[in-house]
């Protein structure tokens, strides 16, 4: 059987990296003899592959490349297609193409500056030239006379065509189709490895080892999906017969990637789905009563959104549910009502913020809608209590870091004794020494990382609450399955009746002036306006700084007659809140900030926003800011300001300024900037995948489709049918007990 290997390095969390590949000893003893006959062992070391001596498998080994398997998996970067060759007179500007020329002249030239290899060359239907910019050593590889093949782009100089730096090859016999009259694989080289004979080498290889594979996915699946057997696949892969059969190889291998990661994500689910959790009452008459009692009537989106909450919460498996909406769309109404539900049926809540600010910003949502319904008896401790809601009180806190701790102690102890039905606070509710008396639900608000951290936590404390993760960045539905395809996802796809359109401009830096004087309109109406500080990467602190002098030219020099604030990353808590406040209740009328400092604050009065080096953010990341303004009645404008800003930042600058839908924009920035900095960082543990491409959505899907359809039949793959792929799940996945 051969065992497929998928380079995973860095997974979803709670995937554990792949088993490093044990270098296998080339020990005398079990080494077979390396024959054209008869392939080496796939987990043997490349030393046993023939053409490899001891001499060169360390360069091999330098390249990740340690086994027999390993090799298999080297695939090429590209091909070379020298099947359709051309004449010179044939050849057009643009695209690669191959011709098959004599040498008459080679010599080294001056160009730009740079010593370059220049040739003339010719067939039976003219002459060219070629140079290879930069590169003086190729005139000796071009003799006089030589019949060499060149492949690459061709370009027009003078109206004659011009080879720049193409690939090349003397012409081998004719007999000989490694490297040329065929799809010809290029190599990811290292120092000491050449593209030729390592070709040689892997069409050797590759023609002696791949009839012994053996296919791992089962029969059906293969049967059904009409891939490529794995054999054909890698040969393919490698040695193609034509354009369509290398796609097809491409296809095969990449849905294997993406097919184990599947069988790994529902693995996960399935783990988490064996926990029991408390099933709830959903129609309790108290909580028909407080949804009838909202200021608004719900969204039929909301509406949607809770139903797929209601169904979760009323079984006994603990919900693991991702809500996504756009900013403003309403998630938090959704969520009270989740909570208010969990405490009807008698179990606390947690609702929990990435930030302070956040978290109290929901605290005062919460506190104040509930007190616009019923009556607030007490308030004590930083309790609130309500009455009126439930035929007992409703008590709702805020507990935050920056409490007196005796005040901090007394909130974990009515916590723990279950004295508290909703607390509200940052991610450390859970993941400090909090005890809960009976966690029925667990809200997580606005997590990039989605809760992975938050349900170990919880886990670990043996607690399976049902848990709700609330995102406003739209997620592109391929990630969403393949990174997070273990929750279940609802959208609440339309905003509030009554919302507005942003108007978003792109500004060049000579507009800058224009913009200030828009803001001052804006602040004589009344109006209050955001500025989002120039990026700066190398710290915080420098953030600060530089923040800091932008206030002081902003507060002194453009805005002399307006209240100004500041808000950075590097002020404590009580500032910022106190900051915030003040801008809230429209004390101030420019704030203006870092964009470190998490702005997901709701000021409705605030209806501009003026972004410098806006260029520099990602689409959904300026979505956000643009998000901070408009919430409110009155007609809101965004500006983005961009210096200098490269083709790419042209790109977004464009699209922002011409769309207002998160999603769309959450495809664009995924396109555009690949998933690795989707979330504005490197470790947002997307897998490493070779073949697949995680905006491959009709792949994917095929391949969430066959891992479900294989999962419902045998979850724990024990049929023997199944069991080449379970061997290859636990080579890549060796502890299962850790797919959860
Ligand atoms: P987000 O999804 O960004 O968290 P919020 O929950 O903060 O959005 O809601 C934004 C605003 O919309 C709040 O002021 C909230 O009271 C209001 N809102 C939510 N749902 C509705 C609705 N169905 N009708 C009218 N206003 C609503
Ligand atoms: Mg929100």
Redesign the pocket.
């Known amino acids: 059987m051969l065992a497929f290997l998928p380079k995973l390095e860095n997974q979803p969390a709670g995937i554990p990296a792949p088993r490093k590949t044990v270098k296998a000893k080339p020990a005398a003893k079990t080494a077979r003899p390396k024959t054209d006959g008869c392939p080496p062992a796939l987990d043997g070391d490349i030393y046993l592959v023939k053409g490899i001596s001891a001499a060169t498998a360390p360069k091999f080994h330098k390249m990740g490349i340690n086994t027999v398997r390993d090799l298999l998996y080297y695939f090429p970067n590209r091909h070379l297609d020298y099947s359709r060759l051309k004449k010179i007179s044939q050849l057009e500007a643009g695209s690669e193409q191959t011709i098959i020329a004599n040498v008459w002249q080679s010599k080294v030239n001056y160009m730009g500056g740079r010593r370059s290899t220049e040739a003339v060359l010719g067939d039976d239907t003219g002459n060219m030239r070629a140079v290879w910019f930069n590169n003086p050593y190729m005139v000796r590889n071009l003799k006089p006379n030589a019949r060499v093949v060149l492949s690459g782009r061709v370009s027009i100089f003078n109206g004659r065509p011009v080879f720049e730096s193409p690939e090349w090859e003397e012409l081998p016999d004719e007999a000989d189709l490694i490297h040329t009259g065929r799809l010809v694989p290029v190599y990811p080289l290292t120092a000491g490895l050449h593209q030729r004979s390592l070709r040689r080498l892997m069409k050797n290889f590759i023609d002696i080892s791949t009839p012994g594979i053996s296919d791992f996915l089962p029969e059906d699946t293969l049967k059904r999906t009409r891939l490529l057997p794995l054999a054909e696949a890698i040969r393919q892969a490698h040695f193609p017969d034509t354009e369509e059969l290398k796609d097809a190889a491409r296809n095969r291998l990449a849905f294997d990637e993406l097919f184990i990661l599947q069988l790994g994500v529902l693995a996960k689910k399935k783990r988490w789905q064996e926990q029991t959790g408390r099933a709830l009452k959903i129609n309790l008459p108290a909580i028909d009563h407080f949804i009838s009692q ?6 039929d989106a ?1 509406t949607k959104c809770l139903a797929d909450i209601k169904a979760d919460i009323s079984k006994s498996v603990p919900m693991s549910r991702l809500l996504q ?11 009270v009502i989740s909570l208010f539900t969990a405490a009807a049926n008698g179990l606390q809540g947690a609702f929990m913020a990435p930030t302070e600010i956040l978290a109290e910003q929901h605290f005062k ?1 919460v506190t104040r ?1 509930f007190a616009s319904i019923a009556k607030v008896s007490t308030l004590l401790d930083g309790v609130y209590t309500f009455e009126g809601l439930l035929d007992r009180p409703l008590r709702v806190a805020l507990m935050i870091s920056d409490m007196k701790s005796s005040q901090k102690d007394i909130l974990k102890e009515k916590i723990k004794k279950g004295e508290i039905d909703i607390a509200i606070g940052t991610h450390a509710l859970i993941q400090k020494e909090i005890r809960f008396k009976s966690l029925g639900l667990a809200v997580i ?1 606005e997590q990039h990382r989605f809760g992975v951290e938050q349900r170990s936590a919880l886990r670990s404390k043996g607690l399976n609450p049902h848990i709700l993760i ?1 995102t ?1 960045t739209p997620i592109p539905r391929t990630l969403a399955l393949t990174l997070y395809g273990e929750l279940d996802l609802s959208v ?1 796809d339309e905003l ?3 919302r507005q359109s942003i108007k978003t401009r792109w500004l060049k830096p000579e507009q800058r002036n224009s913009a200030y004087n828009f803001i001052r309109k804006q602040i004589e109406a009344g109006r209050q306006a955001f500025i989002i500080c120039p990026l700066v990467e190398e710290s915080e602190a420098i953030q600060a700084k530089a923040a800091t002098a932008e206030y002081e030219t902003l507060s002194s020099e453009v805005f002399p007659e307006s209240k100004v604030a500041l808000l950075h990353g590097r002020m404590n808590a009580a500032e910022k809140e106190s900051i915030m406040k003040h801008f809230n209740e429209g004390k101030m009328d420019i704030l203006v900030s870092t964009p470190v400092v998490e702005v ?1 604050i ?1 000021i ?1 009065n605030a209806t501009v926003m003026l972004v410098e080096s806006a260029d520099r953010f990602g689409l959904s990341q300026l979505h956000q800011f643009r ?1 901070r303004v408009g ?1 409110g009645t009155e007609q809101s404008y965004c500006m983005f300001l961009a210096e200098n800003p490269s083709l790419l930042g042209q790109e977004r600058l464009s699209i922002i300024e011409s769309t207002q839908d998160g999603f769309k924009l959450a495809e664009e920035d995924l396109r555009l900037r690949g998933p690795g900095e989707f979330f504005g960082t490197r470790q947002s543990g997307l897998p490493d995948l070779r073949m697949a491409s995680i905006s491959d959505v009709g792949l994917l899907e095929q391949a969430r489709r066959e891992a479900t359809r294989l999962f419902e039949s045998d979850p724990e793959l024990n049929l023997p049918e199944n069991k080449a792929l379970e061997e290859e799940i636990r080579r890549v996945w060796p502890k299962k007990s850790e797919w959860s």
């Open positions: 909202l200021p608004f009537k719900l969204t909301q909406g756009e900013v403003g769309s309403g998630k938090t109404i959704v969520a949502s809608l608000d609330m406003a609440i509030p009746p009554g997901g709701d409705p998000g919430r």
